[in-house]
Nanobody, 122 residues
Framework: QVQLVESGGGLVQPGGSLKLSCEAS????????MGWYRQGPGNQRELVAD???????NYADSVKGRFTISRDNAKSTVSLQMNSLKPEDTAIYYC????????????????WGQGTQVTVSS
């Protein structure tokens, strides 16, 4: 009922930048929080950053000052600008959205994108 499509991953050298984008579509009544998570090799999935509708962004300590999350409510998109990338940022990055559906506007559901690979290596 809801699809999240990510784009923008790839290979970048340490110190470089990448921008990830995610667009939500489907039977959407409203979107509460949108965010980005990542899962590196051998690690659990962790929050990178999220942003509620009309609220302030929240960042993992490891990315503060380097990553910036933004969203466009009119377009149902969320982006993650990643600067000063480090090898330890290498992971699969997942877009996440907490959505109220048109058919059940009083309930919220979490949806995930398919993931996009980010590799930071020289």
């Amino acid at each position: 009922q809801v699809q999240l499509v990510e784009s923008g991953g790839g290979l970048v050298q340490p110190g470089g930048s990448l921008k990830l984008s995610c667009e939500a579509s489907g039977n959407i009544f409203s979107i509460n929080a949108m965010g980005w998570y990542r899962q590196g090799p051998g690690n659990q999935r962790e929050l990178v950053a999220d942003i509620p509708s009309g609220g302030s962004a929240n960042y993992a300590d490891s990315v503060k000052g380097r990553f910036t999350i933004s969203r466009d409510n009119a377009k149902s998109t969320v982006s993650l600008q990643m600067n000063s990338l480090k090898p330890e940022d290498t992971a699969i990055y997942y877009c996440q959205a907490t959505v109220r559906l048109r058919i059940t506007p009083l309930r919220s559901y979490d949806y995930w994108g398919q993931g996009t690979q980010v590799t930071v290596s020289s």
